[in-house]
């Protein structure tokens, strides 16, 4: 076990759910969006919710 509580796994899964959500939607703005600034900010904010999707997956040890 990784001395997490049953709240606190929770938690860390409701955080990963969100991220992953938060990354896939990034994804799909950066190839929809025509203006191609917006487009790089978007993949850029994909790329930060997929390294905080895989930390929050670590503290669980998965």
């Known amino acids: ?3 997490l509580t049953q709240k606190e796994l ?3 899964c409701k955080l990963i759910e ?3 959500l ?7 703005y950066s190839h929809t969006l025509t203006d191609d600034g917006l487009a790089d900010c978007m993949t850029r904010t994909a790329e930060g919710h997929y ?3 895989g930390a929050l997956l670590k503290l ?3």
Do not use: P, S, T, Y
């Open 18 to 20: 969100a991220e992953g």
């Open 1 to 3: 076990m990784n001395g």
């Open 51 to 53: 390294d905080r999707f």
């Open 10 to 12: 929770d938690i860390i």
């Open 22 to 28: 938060a990354c896939k939607k990034a994804g799909v």
């Open 60 to 62: 669980i040890g998965e």
